[in-house]
Structure formats: structure tokens, C-alpha cells
DNA sequence: AATGTTTCTGAAACCGTTTGCGGGAAATCC
DNA sequence: GGATTTCCCGCAAACGGTTTCAGAAACATT
């Protein structure tokens, strides 16, 4: 194989030597930095363009104690929930020029901790702790040598900011909507009794119930998987109990579409006799369904946006940020609550 | 916020000067080399670990030449497909020591060669070019100067390495299932056309079918989007065909999806009537589906592992391959074909 | 005791870039 | 013409490791 100087990558040395200057004086004219006379600005320019230069990050890393590199850790492995994160994020970084080491811990322990060694390791600026998990997790401390901001997983440490979707005002928009689309008789479907996300929205729904001085039909939220098959179940259990009812709100899109195939299978319509708002605007499931699923959209990617901003804002050395910092959701109108 | 020096990163010096040594038998201590006696050795690492040092590996890599990170441009964005990949990648590099930067050029060539410029500025030792297309994309030319590997995507130069999913073989798997399962009037629904994906599974359907003995039902496949709409439709125009079929190959779960679902209601019973295989083992499909769909699964997390295999290959400096490598299919049963 | 051999350690160079400082050359002033 | 000032540019150190090489120290040999 090729040497390893002769690998062809160009030096400022390279670019001096062309230019007729030292090495100095090429990082000045690149960088606009120091006096210099324009026509040897010009010069060391040209040359540059000419040898094809592009400075070795690693050596102005070194030197700047800067690498322009945030980790991003994902507690369990990269999923759907994920990528929107990562793309919002990615969105903000680029624009600061920085550029996103990626690492899935699998939720194991002693591989996370691995990767925060390699990440201190590669001297990244900061650290994006993301994941799904139902509930809280451990922070990694503040005394933590770089800033971290935790996106979509929440750190039991209030010193720390956790940047989370707002799943109870999210829940109360989509029972909002159902009663304006003239629905009185609500149930709601929902995932996991322990999941925190099963029971902030279960609150909201609660909460706007409450609003309108309407109360849940049945009494209770309906707990069970988060699965197309718990949706129609649940289906199945609202048309038996002889209960009338005119909305759902589903704690997922998928619990949605289970539900509204039930109810099309048992002969309700939807949306004419029953409204369906489901959560998370998951394309595959929410335009596939019959009808289409009007849904609460959790903003990931705004999420995922905010965060990076956070983390960077940090990383500037501007006061870091702390405890939780809620995402607005928004609704997604579909056919399933369609009227008239 | 605290001083940049004062961050309190432990450098090789400061471990020397704990032990009593220089930073070169620092430096050999730790990484095994030279010739040291036993016992300087021992306390050397009982400094560095009692400042908890950790090398920069800025400063390693400068020397090096090495960066231990390779660059993954997604040409899409992260999707549904790149995740496995991805998974399947970081196995192969983590176990190298390697890490991985994320970057979505979201099928924008400008920022694919903004991309590829920072990846070079920052002298990742290799690239993985991923995403899906439905067709082959430029090659980066040979004249790239470090290893790049082609993975899902295809590249138009047979110099390059492109690591694809077997669409052919996969599809013959599929078919020669249901074959075995006892039908021989078989249907195959397909995607769009043009796709590369679509013809290779076509052509694939063809071999298996023509070494059976056995030809299309209808003659042709059937060509819409990969959509469960379209699954549904396509199971009426079956049953409407007036032909007899009792076997159906689905270019998609999606696809297969919604012919289940079209069957079903058209009072066809699945998998007594007749057998559905559909493509990709995606689990909220596949599993969600009545009945859950027998599918080939592309086995990406594979696909991933080999392509960064590969990479590290090339990177280590043995001849890198090139032309195209196929990552063997394999199927999964479920319900949708099963017999008895 | 002088020389040869082996074993260990430290000094220094190096990677590629940035930057403060100093100095030479040219321009300006008296 | 000499003293200042201004304008450019080069020198060298620094970042944090690794590696080479020379040489000191310890030991063996004659």
C-alpha cells in the first residue's frame, strides 16, 4: 500500500511551499486572521484551491480543545422513535458545523458505559442521552465533565435538562378534538398500566374530560399492549358492554387502527357513529388504517431540534439549562374523526 | 464556567509526573511497548488509573494517521431500512474499536458532498454510502482516497463494493415455499414498476415458479404501490380475475398485507384457501397481520455487519473486493402458509 | 579494572494546525 | 539621512500523545 505521507492529503505546509510562505501565514490567510497584504492573501487562496486543501480537523481539535462532535447515546437501540430525533438533531448541528457520533447502548449497562468512555475518549463537546424507556433513568451525574442533554428519556436528576414530548397536553388536545367534532361519550384505550407515557396521557385525557364536564365512559382507561391485537380487543369489550360511545382515544396509532377495525368488523362506523384520535402519527399504521387516523403528532423531530440547540447552547458555555423542558405536540386531522 | 485547562483532563504528563517517570514510558506503560521493568510498569498504570486517564484519542489519531471512525452517509434519510443497518454495522465496528458518524444527506447531492467533505476533514478511515434507492446511484469514483463500501444501495461502478440484499434469491425462497405448502396456482402481487426491487423479485417469482413446472396466475404480476391500499386492491382484482389461485407472492409486507386483508373480507380464508408470503419480516406488519404473514426476511442487521466487515478490510489494507455481494435471504413462518 | 552486553529510561522529534511575538522592510516624518 | 511608525510575515511554541534513539545503569566477562 500507498505510504502513509504519500496518501496524498494536503498540509499547510504543502500550501506554503507552493505559495512561497510559511505554514503560519497560510492558516492566517485561510482564516482571516493576522495582517496580511491582500495580494498574499490571494496567492496562499489560489493555492489552496489549486492542491485541493482541507485542514486536518484533528490537529485544530487538539489545539482548540474543541472537536465539534456530540455523542449521541442511544439507551436502547435506534428506533422508530429514534430517527425523527436524530434528524431534528442532525438538523441543528449541521448548522453549527458539528457532526454526530452515533452509539447504541442496547440498554446494557456496561456497554453504555463503555461508549461514555469512548465518547470522553474522542473529547466530543457534549452528549445527547436519547432512548425510549418507560420510565425514568439514572443521570449520569453532574459532575459529569461535559454537558449532556437527555432527549425523549428522562433523567432522575432535576439538575439535569431533560427535553421530553408532552404526552398529557398531547392526550388533551385529542380528547379536545373529539369534543368539538361532537363527541360526549369518550373511552379511552390505552397501553401499559406502569408506562409513564400510559399514564401522562390517561391524566390529560382526564383532564380535558374534566374540561368539558364530560367523564370517561366506563370509568376507567382500557390497559393492555400496545398492539393492534389489544385494539380490537378493546373494541370487542367497549361494544359488548352495552356501554354507548361516540369517541375513542387510543394511546398509540396502533391500539387505533385495532380499534377501528374492531368496530368497522362489529358494524359501528367510524368516523359517523364513533370518533378515533390515536398518538404518535406513525405514517405506516395512521394513513393505512380504515379510515385514516386523525392522530396527535409527538413533534420528535422538533424534539430531537430542541435538544441539540439545548446541548449547544451548553456547550457554548451559556448557562446550561435544567429539569424538563416540555415539546408542544399538535394534531393531525384525518378521516377517522371526519364530520358531516 | 471553568477554565479550558482546567477541565481537568489528565494528560500522559500528568501521569508521569504522579509516577515519577516521563511521558514516553507513560506512553509505553500503557500501551505494553518498549522495554520496562515490571515494576515501573505497575506504577505507571496504578497512576493512570488513580487520575482516571484517558488518552486523547485526538492526539493518537494526529500521529496515527488512524481515526478508528468511519463515516456512514445515508443518500435517503435515516429510514426503516437503514436502522438494522446501522445495528448490524456498529456490531462489526464496535468490535474494532471503531466509532461511526452519522450523516443524512436525505437524497440532496449538495449536502452529500458537504458531507463527504467534512467526513474527510475529519480523516474517518473509511466510508459505508447507505440508504435505500430504487435504483443504482453514482459511484464516488475510484480516484476516492479512502475505503468506501456501498451498502442497500448500489453503486454504477462495478469497481466500487455495493453489499445488496438478495431480492432474486429471496424471492425464489418465497415462492418455493409456497410451493411446498401445497400451491401450485400461484399470484404475485409487486410494487412500482420501475423499482429494482420489484424487477429482481419478479424475476426471481419466475425462476422458482419455471423450475416447478408451474406458471403465473394471470401471467403477469401485479403492479401498483407499496401500500397496503394497494394490497387490498389487488386481492380484489384476483377474486374478481375469475382464475383460480391459491397462493400469493407480495413484494411487501405492506402488500401482503392488505391482500390478507382483502382475501379475508372477500371470504377467502387465509392460510386454508390460500398461502401469502410477502417480504421484509417488518414486525408491526408481519406480526400484526390476520393471520401474521410468513415473509423473507432481507436480513439487513447481516447486510450491515458484512458491508462494515468489508470496510474494515479494505481499511486494514487487505485488497479491497469489489462488485457486488449478496447477503442471503432467509424465511420466516408464520401462520399465513401454515398447513394442517 | 577494563571492556562488553543487556536492560531500562529520558530527551526529543513528530503529527498538522493555530497564534503571539518579534523583527525586517518599507513608508512616513522631522 | 536618521528616527518612528506602519505593515507584513516568519519563527517557534503549543496541543497530547507515540516512537526512535542514545545513553545511563546494572550486570557479566576476561
Redesign the interface.
Known sequence: ?AQ?KA???VTVADVAEHAGVSPGTVSKALNGRGQLKSETRQRVLASAEKLGF??????R??LS?R?Y?VG?LTTD????FT?PL??GA?DALGAG?M??????SRGDAIREQHYL??L????VDGIIITGRSSNVRPSLGQDF?IPVVYALCQSDSMEDLSVLHDDEKGAEMAVNHLVETGRSRIAHVSGPPRHAATQNRSRGAATALAAAGLSLVLGEPLHGEW???WGREAAQRLMRSGERFNGVFCASD?IAR?VADGLREGGVAVPEDVGIVGVDNWL??AE?SRPPLTTIDLNLAELGHIAATRLLSAIE?KDAASGIERVPAFLVKRRSTEIG
Chains 1, 2 share one sequence.
Not at 457532526?99 to 447504541?104: A, D, G, H, N, P
Open positions: 500500500m502513509r496518501r496524498g492529503v482541507a485542514p486536518n480537523l484533528l490537529a481539535s487538539l480543545g472537536t462532535t449521541v437501540s435506534v428506533g422508530r430517527i436524530l434528524t442532525e458545523q457532526s454526530m457520533l452515533l452509539c447504541e468512555r469512548v470522553m475518549a474522542r473529547r465533565p398492539s393492534e391485537a396502533q385495532g405506516p399504521m393505512a458555555g
